[in-house]
């Protein structure tokens, strides 16, 4: 049972233009989220976040959306540049369960950023 | 700061044997998570320790356990490894188990032969 669906195993983008990642998710106790970035050989490294309180959060050229009556978030990368290349990890929390804050991941999104 | 640690880097290992793996948190956390990463199914959660006890856990066999130490540092074992075992685990830090942001580490590739 596949909570956080990132249906998109692949998305390949020009170098300057907008890089959007989508993730969905099913359980309604999520009230948090995360976006990772991993590089081949590394660890992922946390990029950004997003409580349910807010729709919109941004740092830098990452700005994460959330949309809770579809339970959907997105993640644009503007300008894309050919060092955003790796793979996205879309994860999620439930912080009011108090054992269920958990990280649950969705499968990932590998972005390439065309020159 | 140093980071998340761990090792062993690589790891090859036959069906039947044993594995321990180890995870040195980034210094004053407490919590440190263990995830198991294979193509196509993401990060899938292992468990969770805080303060030497185990948090949450996720749902795998009981041939995967995990322990942590008094100095927060962890270890994974995983006894009568299965083909279907080889991934990479990835361990993960945060201060506080109630702190959403985890630092991972750079994991230990096993390959189960």
């Known amino acids: 049972d596949q909570q956080v669906k990132q249906n998109s195993p692949s998305l390949s983008v020009q170098e300057g233009r907008i890089s959007i990642l989508n993730c969905d998710y099913t359980?309604?106790?999520?009230?948090?989220f995360l976006w990772y970035k991993k590089y081949p050989a590394e660890g992922p490294t946390f990029l950004i976040s997003?409580?349910?309180?807010?729709d919109k959060n941004e740092d830098g050229r990452f700005t994460v959306f959330l949309n809770k009556s579809a339970k959907h978030l997105s993640l644009h990368i503007v300008p894309s540049q050919p060092g955003d290349s790796a793979v996205y990890f879309c994860?999620?929390?439930?912080?009011?369960?108090?054992?269920?804050?958990?990280?649950?991941f969705g499968t990932g999104t590998r972005l390439a950023v065309r020159p | 700061k140093a980071g998340v640690t761990q090792t062993p880097r690589y790891l090859i290992k036959t069906r039947g044997q044993q594995v321990t793996l180890s995870c040195s948190p980034i210094?004053?956390?407490?919590?440190v998570s263990w995830y198991q990463q294979t193509p196509g199914q993401g990060l899938q959660f292992l468990f969770e320790?805080?303060?030497?006890?185990?948090?949450n856990k996720g749902n795998f066999p009981g041939r995967f356990s995990g322990r942590q130490f008094s100095n927060s540092r962890s270890e994974m074992n995983v006894s009568t490894l299965e083909l279907g075992d080889s991934a990479l685990y990835l361990c993960?830090?945060?201060?506080?188990?109630?702190?959403?942001?985890?630092?991972f580490g750079p994991g230990t590739r096993l390959t189960v032969l």
């Open positions: 993960a830090s945060r201060q506080q188990a109630s702190y959403n942001e985890q630092f």
């Open positions: 994860a999620a929390s439930a912080t009011k369960k108090s054992s269920g804050d958990k990280l649950t």
């Open positions: 997003i409580s349910s309180i807010k």
């Open positions: 210094s004053g956390h407490r919590s």
């Open positions: 359980n309604s106790m999520f009230d948090y």
């Open positions: 320790y805080f303060s030497e006890t185990q948090r």
